[in-house]
């Protein structure tokens, strides 16, 4: 545990002497939140005797437009059932943004848990369960209104099948948003990894742009990687953050 209280006071240091740091949050803390994360193995096991698919079959472009009423049925009772808590830790992100210290967040998570907890600067790669909107008429429609929904979520105005304002597997990621992200991490002297590995799809598309001092990692799991980082804790990293006393 001592050991663990020094990790802790040595990443506030980091943090206090931070010039401009970012945040890249992996789908491990969506999970850790409570939300559904398809990609990990025992949700990914009970999705595929449920339905008869695998999660990434069922939430691709391809299943959506072939099967709207399958996928949706997936989508209201699995994706958007339970869309997580904010806690402390997520607070947390919040107050280093507030003190300036934290410049932006960069995600694939869909829930936008740190816009729930209050952070403004926030790239949701993946886009978010809480934007939905109509193809044909571009009305907009609440998570809410999915949620309640009866069958295949309709238009309103028009009856045309509502689009939900995610990245489905099998479609790219906006490229623009790409962009701006790579800035921000260019700009960083300490990038804060959570809740994903060093050698994660999120952490492999932006460590290359990072040429900065520190390279912070809160994992749960140990990887083969982790030496690539300057200051490793392990644990939820919600739960990290929430033991800085800032």
Request: hydrophobic fraction near 35%; aromatic fraction near 10%.
């Amino acid at each position: 545990m001592e050991g663990y209280m020094e990790k802790i006071q040595w990443l506030k240091k980091i943090i206090d002497k931070s010039r401009y740091m970012v945040g890249l949050m992996g789908v491990r803390v969506s999970s850790q939140c409570g939300c559904t994360n398809y990609r990990d193995e025992e949700d990914s096991y009970d999705i595929e005797a449920k339905y008869g698919y695998s999660p990434d079959e069922i939430f691709s472009a391809s299943f959506y437009n072939v099967r709207p009423a399958q996928f949706y049925e997936f989508y209201k009772n699995d994706m958007i059932s339970n869309l997580g808590e904010v806690g402390e830790g997520l607070k947390t992100l919040k107050t280093l943004e507030d003190q300036g210290k934290l410049k932006c967040i960069i995600t694939r998570d869909i829930f936008s848990l740190p816009k729930r907890a209050g952070c403004q600067n926030v790239y949701e790669l993946h886009g978010s369960v809480f934007r939905n909107n109509c193809p044909h008429c571009g009305r907009s429609y609440s998570v809410e209104y999915m949620q309640q929904s009866k069958g295949v979520p309709k238009c309103e105005k028009c009856g045309t099948m509502i689009r939900p304002g995610v990245s489905l597997v099998g479609e790219m990621v906006d490229n623009a948003i790409l962009t701006k992200a790579a800035t921000e991490v260019q700009k960083a002297d300490t990038l804060l990894v959570m809740g994903c590995s060093l050698k994660a799809s999120l952490t492999n598309t932006f460590l290359g742009d990072f040429h900065g001092d520190r390279l912070i990692l809160l994992n749960e799991e140990e990887h083969f990687a982790d030496n690539k980082a300057d200051l490793v804790i392990y644990g939820k990293p919600m739960d990290i953050l929430k033991d800085i006393v800032l």
